[in-house]
């Protein structure tokens, strides 16, 4: 037997040709050798390979060329067609173009009134917590300002103006809704004041400073170690923990301090020709007149604030009790509480730990939580306007006290 391609002698069982090494495809009829890619025997003619039927879509085809069988149309002709179509108006209809350029200006100045007068969307910290403010500072009465500088004093207000400290502690002036801050010292601050044109604070090394809000001017007025510090028109009221906590005076005209009290003082309410503050066994008044000191009352106070002719302080047991200085009468408003309290015309306002700030009606003695957190400190927050200020892990959020939201102040 041969091979098929190279005519090399086979053995009559070998599968492959040992020369050429093409496959040898046996005629199963004949059983001669034939190529592999042979349809039929070449000896017998037999049939080698069957037909594979070809795939049949179900869909219906019709070739593209017996899509434009018929008539040739020349592309010159298609296109004079197109160009003569009766049914194309190619005339400029200005009257529609202005009347839609209108309607387009008057949808863009509907837009931008919309953004402009609707309330400003709130912005998401990464932690999702809002970065907005949730009330606006109109104003800070005097025992609001009071009651923060008996604390830690991080906030006053003067004008259009809030004068705060970011939450690094440096002191930034903010409008009154707490936007567009402006840093002024890259320090902690303390006790901040504003009186006229200037601006009183305590440093990081606890000196007090002024800062001329005309001039930007910055100075150390009293290198004294000082706290609870109150600025009048005239005199800047401290305590002088260089001098054993005792009440300094220090006189803005000439710069000098003068040592009122020799005792150890704390939380200095100024009211006309007195001075109202607590030591640590007694709620006490200084006659800036005649140099005297006339006992309120003999208690342990953690905290004072003057507001129309009454002292509140929290004494040791956590209560809320109001002095009235003119009836000589005192009351308990509240129990529970943690030695810490803000005052203003209605309400004071309280840290109980664990669980929040309380307030509480200077009326009815009713009481409710504004805000359920915790914060850092017992004097980590501020009231101005009615309203709170709270340190939260580190970082200052407002709290409106009417519908209880809150937003961080700053990202």
């Not at 003619?45 to 594979?52: A, I, N, P, Q, R």
């Not at 006229?196 to 400073?209: D, E, F, Q, R």
């Not at 006339?294 to 302080?313: D, F, G, P």
């Not at 015309?345 to 805000?371: F, H, M, P, T, W």
Request: glycine residues 6%; proline residues 3%; contains cysteine.
């Amino acid at each position: 037997m041969q091979c098929p391609r190279c005519h090399y002698e086979l053995d009559e069982n070998a599968n492959f040709c040992p020369h050429c090494g093409m496959k040898i495809i046996r005629c199963p009829e004949c059983h001669a050798p034939n190529l592999e890619e042979a349809n039929f025997c070449q000896h017998c003619g037999h049939k080698l390979k069957e037909e594979v039927p070809q795939y049949q879509s179900p869909y219906h085809y019709q070739p593209v060329k017996d899509l434009y069988e018929g008539e040739v149309v020349g592309q010159e002709e298609v296109n004079n067609e197109i160009i003569d179509d009766p049914h194309i108006d190619h005339t400029i209809h200005w009257k529609k173009v202005i009347i839609a350029f209108l309607v387009m200006i008057l949808a863009w100045g509907a837009s931008y009134y919309y953004l402009a007068t609707s309330p400003k969307i709130a912005l998401a910290n990464e932690d999702g917590v809002t970065i907005a403010a949730t009330f606006k500072a109109n104003k800070m009465s005097e025992a609001e300002r009071l009651s923060n500088l008996a604390g830690s004093g991080l906030m006053a207000k003067s004008g259009k103006y809030v004068y705060m400290t970011d939450d690094a502690g440096y002191l930034i002036r903010v409008d009154e809704n707490f936007k567009h801050p402006k840093e002024i010292t890259t320090e902690a601050v303390n006790y901040i004041n504003v009186v006229g044109n200037y601006l009183y604070y305590t440093n990081a090394s606890h000196m007090i400073c002024s800062y001329n809000l005309k001039t930007q001017e910055k100075r150390i007025i009293v290198k004294d170690n000082s706290y609870y510090v109150v600025a009048t028109k005239d005199v800047i009221y401290y305590q002088n923990d260089s001098d054993q906590e005792s009440l300094y005076a220090y006189d803005i005209a000439s710069g000098v301090s003068k040592k009122l009290v020799n005792d150890h003082v704390y939380c200095i309410n100024p009211v006309g020709d007195l001075i109202y503050f607590t030591t640590k066994t007694a709620i006490c008044a200084y006659d800036t007149k005649s140099g005297q000191i006339a006992l309120i009352k003999q208690t342990r106070a953690h905290t004072l604030v003057y507001n129309k002719e009454c002292l509140y302080y929290v004494d040791d047991n956590g209560s809320l009790i109001v002095l009235d200085l003119k009836k000589k009468t005192s009351d308990t408003i509240a129990s529970g509480l943690m030695g810490s309290a803000l005052i203003n015309d209605q309400y004071a306002y309280s840290y109980v730990g664990g669980k929040g700030i309380v307030r509480i009606s200077l009326k009815d003695k009713k009481q409710e939580y504004v805000y359920k957190g915790m914060i850092a400190g017992y004097y980590d927050y501020s009231l101005i306007d009615n309203n709170l200020i709270v340190k939260e892990n580190g970082h200052w959020v407002s709290v409106n006290t009417t519908n209880h939201k809150k937003g961080r102040l700053f990202k």
